[in-house]
């Protein structure tokens, strides 16, 4: 399937996964029965169950567009504290996730134009 304006019957639109370290996010613009569209953000992690087989554990949000600039505005703000109050952590292979994600190309700015 293109991930890009390809309906189909359960009112997927369009669809972006970004991987970024361990997870995987979705981006998919659903549209209601009443063809009004809205985003669901998907957070996706590998994890290994106690019997050594592996599930994905996944965490979603529903944003509508009537909350779109809100959200972008709050998470511009949020992003914008920690590239200028984090601490510079060295890349360790304990720390993979942030090693990984550095050279992400991944910009939510678009999401409110």
Known sequence: MSEDLEKNDRGD????????????YFFD???TRGND?????T??????????????EKHKIF???EDFEKFVEGLNEAVQHIREN?????ASPEN???????GSD???EDLGN
């Open 63 to 65: 944003l509508y567009k």
């Open 86 to 90: 984090a601490p510079v952590i060295e």
């Open 43 to 56: 957070e996706s992690k590998k994890r290994f169950g106690q019997d050594g087989k592996f599930f994905y």
């Open 96 to 102: 993979n996730h942030a090693s990984s994600s550095a």
């Open 37 to 41: 569209y809205y985003l669901t953000i």
């Open 13 to 24: 639109l369009f669809s972006k996964s970004v991987r970024a370290g361990k997870r995987t």
């Open 106 to 108: 991944v910009s939510f």
């Open 29 to 31: 613009v659903k549209s």
